[in-house]
C-alpha cells in the first residue's frame, strides 16, 4: 500500500493550496482518510477527515479555512486550503484514521508572512 501525496509548496500569507493524495494498492472507498501535518519540533496533528460516505470533520484550528474532499472513483483525497497563515507551516500527509497505514513522504507547505 502507497500513500503519495501532492501539491505542496510556497505561498504567502492569505494565498491558497489544494494538496491531493492517491492511495495505491487498496480498496478505498470504504476507509475512513484524513489529513495530518507535522510542523518542525512538533507532533503530528489530525487537521482534517472524511467517510468513505463523504462525511466530514475539520479541527477547531483550520475550520473555515480548509475542506477535505475524496474521489473514491480515482482513490484520491484532497485538501483545499484557502486564507494560509505562517502558522499552517508543516509537511502534510495523508492516511487512514483507524488502523494506519504506512506513511508517505508527504508535501511540504511553506507559508511567509
Known amino acids: 500500500v502507497q500513500l503519495q501525496a501532492s501539491g505542496g509548496g510556497s505561498v504567502q500569507a492569505g494565498g491558497s493550496l489544494k494538496l491531493s493524495c492517491e492511495v495505491f494498492?487498496?480498496?478505498?472507498?470504504?476507509?475512513?482518510m484524513g489529513w495530518y501535518r507535522q510542523a518542525r519540533g512538533k507532533q503530528r496533528e489530525l487537521v482534517a477527515t472524511?467517510?468513505?460516505?463523504?462525511?466530514?470533520y475539520t479541527a477547531d484550528s483550520v475550520r473555515g479555512r480548509f475542506t477535505i474532499s475524496r474521489d473514491n472513483a480515482k482513490n484520491t483525497v484532497s485538501l483545499q486550503m484557502n486564507s494560509l497563515t505562517p502558522e499552517d507551516t508543516a509537511v502534510y500527509y495523508c492516511?487512514?484514521?483507524?488502523?494506519?497505514?504506512?506513511w508517505g513522504q508527504g508535501t511540504q507547505v511553506t507559508v511567509s508572512s
Open positions: 494498492g487498496r480498496a478505498f472507498s470504504n476507509l475512513l
Open positions: 492516511n487512514t484514521v483507524t488502523h494506519l497505514l504506512t
Open positions: 472524511i467517510t468513505g460516505s463523504g462525511s466530514t
